[in-house]
């Protein structure tokens, strides 16, 4: 009895492991065989995305697929589920078949090198997209395509400048900031970017005085804000780090009574679909956006490096900032 | 003498520590937010810290107090995070397909669609368990792990928004000035009380928690009441994902219910039952619930650096459950409580070797139940 009973535990356990390794595998992406000429070798490219964790994360995904779709490439994708073996294997394979270029969006920021250095010995270029890692040699991945997430926490600090003065603020300016995932780079990243530019310009007037992690989810934002509300009911400005913290928030804020918008502006970062419909009915008053559509600055990128052209170490999104009477005319083209 | 030993029956109640320390948390935020007690009419709805705590502490009410059930048949349900998640999915996916998405019917027929989900998973988790044998840690890892990528693929990986006012009232609306979630918690533990105190189904539960082949020798089905505390829980799961998306508008296949399995059993073990399953306490249980609500507000009012919020909140709750535990007690409070009541009986000598005379005796008795 308990002898059937370990083995059919084991039973499960292989088949549930099985299961979740085949979901993890790797598929040929359909877009990649109907286009292109028939004649001339097409460009294989292996990516390797982070996962699905997010509309942004979604909509990053359909854009390379796009991108390689149009430019006429061999698209190999997979998707690592957030885990870094996931995608160390995916890496693997992909050197194995032999791709011209490998591109991924690393999971971790460290404990690549290994596997980098195997793809270096077989002379597959590297190209990192949206986030960086750390190694101990640099020319073990040609380049990164990416966003700065420094330079969007300071221009979100900018553009606060322009949202109080449209408001006509006067006086001294109390903050609220709702924080990444803790330990993430885009929250470190956004943050710090956010304080030099206020500690430069506004160390006199501008304070934050509650700052918290709202793990970039909407019922964070809503929560964390409501407790801001109760320890702090005279903050002025709300900074979030994404615009999903930032729809809670708006949430909790209108529950307590005020007006988000008007009595408490709103400045986030990343320009989602629902993050500009709320800023179309005036609840956000500024949105740095975050472009997750770099598909077709990444197949640029890889043409150039397939043809040993030199690239730069770091190619930035193209992004822009947006203000509330932008929003109406920007809805209609935001995809994600 | 009686104030004695009215004191020492009010600190062995089985819900005194839970309390103590809900209210010295509540406690706590007095200096830091002032007026933390206070409850105001906004918008024609009360609106406080203590409404909040709540309101958003309601989820967890419920998951807990389904994952009480099924800890006291031993098991335990590492899967109703991803059945929150699940049930929030298909339920605001159904709701955005709808041409109108306020009425009535297609609200009712999303939440039911959701709820009929939330079931199956706990069907199948009562079969892993009951029928096949397998350990329920194991039998419900599979749904905590699959179950997230099945909400994934539910909501095509993105957030789905909806517009619904009916749909919202469940987890972020307001009746008769209370949130109207309080009344639903209200509903399902008042409904989970009377079914196992008031009938003999607490008792049988106790039993296959305590023994489940002794309980089957003496006749009771114990197969049949595993599998439905399994269904239960997913249930209560399952309306804990109606209320999460509701209260958001929003089903967030990613993160909704994140790690809500890990709270509900602190919550559970918070309260006072045993993880060795054969003893519960509903009332504890919601305590336990709310002292953890309680303690995330308390970290985001008092100012606690992001990078330290969770060992603030493991330090809290290492201090909750030594002091649930009745050696430690002993160890370290019995002489000083012994002293303080018995100085207002009389003597402090007598008082203190009585207290660590009985404690210990007190608590073999404990693990063996």
Known sequence: ?336 | MTTTSRWRALTHHHLFWPVAVLVVLLLVNVPFTPDFFSIRMTDGHLYGSLVSIVLFGSPLILVAVGMTLVIATGGIDLSVGAVVAITGALTCSYISDQADQNALSAVFLAMGVGLVAAVVCGLWNGFLVARMGIQPIIATLIIMVAGRGVAQLITDGKIITINSEPYKLIGGGYWLTLPFSIFVVAAVVAVTVALTRRTALGLLVESVGGNAEASRLVGIRSLRIKIMVYVFCALCAGIAGLMISSNTSAADGNNAGLWIELDAILAVVIGGTSLLGGRFSIGGTVIGALVIQTLTTTIYTIGVPTQTNLVFKAAVVIIVCLLQSPKFRAKVFGAKFGSKSGATGGGTSPATPAKTATTPEAAPKMEVS
């Not at chain 1, 909509?59 to 997979?78: P, Q, R």
């Not at chain 1, 995932?181 to 943050?191: N, W």
């Not at chain 1, 077709?296 to 030199?310: A, C, N, R, S, Y």
């Not at chain 1, 770091?314 to 920007?330: G, L, P």
Request: aromatic content about 6%.
């Open chain 1, 1 to 336: 009895m308990l002898n059937r009973r370990n083995f059919l535990t084991a039973a499960v356990g292989v088949v549930a492991a099985t299961g979740l390794a085949a979901c993890a595998k790797e598929d040929d992406s359909s877009s990649s065989s109907d286009s292109g000429s028939g004649g001339g070798k097409k460009l294989v490219l292996g990516f390797s995305q982070v996962g699905s964790e997010s509309g942004w994360r979604s909509a990053n995904t359909d854009s390379v697929k796009e991108a390689a779709k149009e430019a006429g490439y061999t698209l190999k994708f997979s998707d690592a589920q957030q885990k870094q073996e996931n995608q160390i294997s995916a890496i693997r394979s992909y050197i194995t078949q032999g791709v011209d270029v490998i591109a991924f969006s690393p999971v971790v920021v460290t404990g690549w090198d290994a596997v980098l250095k195997e793809a270096k010995a077989k002379k597959i270029p590297v190209v990192l997209t949206d986030r960086s890692v750390e190694t101990s040699d640099e020319s073990l991945f040609v380049t990164l395509v990416g966003s700065d997430f420094t330079d969007e926490g300071r221009r979100a600090a900018k553009i606060l400048e322009k949202v109080l003065e449209k408001a006509g603020h006067k006086g001294p300016v109390k903050i609220a900031q709702l924080e990444g995932t803790t330990g993430a780079a885009p929250a470190i990243e956004r943050a710090k970017g956010f304080k030099e530019v206020m500690d430069a310009d506004h160390a006199d007037d501008w304070k934050i005085v509650v700052s918290q992690t709202g793990d970039f989810t909407r019922a964070g934002g809503k929560q964390v804000m409501a407790a801001f509300l109760q320890s702090n009911p005279d903050i002025d400005v709300l900074f979030a780090h994404n615009d999903d913290m930032g729809i809670g928030a708006i949430q909790a804020i209108e529950a307590a009574g005020k007006k988000p918008g008007k009595d408490i502006l709103i400045v986030t970062v990343d320009g989602v679909k629902d993050g500009f419909i709320a800023m179309s009915e005036g609840k956000i008053n500024a949105i740095v956006e975050c472009n997750p559509l770099l598909g077709p600055q990444l197949m640029e990128v890889v043409q150039k490096v397939k043809d040993g052209e030199t690239v730069e170490r770091w190619i930035k999104t193209e992004e822009s900032d947006f203000m509330q009477d932008q929003a109406k005319a920007a809805l209609p083209t935001r995809k994600y």
